[in-house]
Nanobody, 123 residues
Framework: QVQLVESGGGLVQAGGSLRLSCAAS??????MAWFRQAPGKERDFVAG????????YYTGPVKGRFTISRDNAKNTVYLQMNSLKPEDTAVYYC??????????????????WGQGTQVTVSS
C-alpha cells in the first residue's frame, strides 16, 4: 500500500519558520512535490524536486524563502519554509510520481497524494 504522510504544520507568526516532512512508503518516487490549497482556491504547485535532488523548482511567490529537499534513504521529502507570510496560510500537500519532472506543476500530474497538513501564519 502506497502512503504519503505529511507532518510539521502548525501556527506560526509572520516572519517565522516551519519545516514540513512527507514520509513515503510502499514505493519510491522519481519526482516529489509540495502543493498548497487555501480555502476556496485551487490546489497550487509550491515546489518540486527530481530523484537525485539535482533539480528543484519553485513557484514565484516562495522563491528565496522555501527550500525543498529529499532524503532517499528515508524516502522522505522536506519543505523548509522561512520568512512566512499570512498569504502562505493553506493546507500543504505532498505529492509523488514515478516518472521524471517533465514540467509537472499541475495537480493532475501526480497520482499519489498525502492527506495534507495545515499551515497558518498569523499577522
Amino acid at each position: 500500500q502506497v502512503q504519503l504522510v505529511e507532518s510539521g504544520g502548525g501556527l506560526v507568526q509572520a516572519g517565522g519558520s516551519l519545516r514540513l516532512s512527507c514520509a513515503a512508503s510502499g514505493r519510491t518516487f522519481s519526482t516529489m512535490a509540495w502543493f498548497r490549497q487555501a480555502p476556496g482556491k485551487e490546489r497550487d504547485f509550491v515546489a518540486g524536486i527530481n530523484w537525485n535532488s539535482a533539480s528543484t523548482y519553485y513557484t514565484g511567490p516562495v522563491k528565496g524563502r522555501f527550500t525543498i529537499s529529499r532524503d532517499n534513504a528515508k524516502n522522505t521529502v522536506y519543505l523548509q519554509m522561512n520568512s512566512l507570510k499570512p498569504e502562505d496560510t493553506a493546507v500543504y500537500y505532498c505529492a509523488g510520481k514515478t516518472t521524471g519532472w517533465e514540467g509537472a506543476v499541475r495537480a493532475y500530474d501526480y497520482p499519489y497524494w498525502g492527506q495534507g497538513t495545515q499551515v497558518t501564519v498569523s499577522s
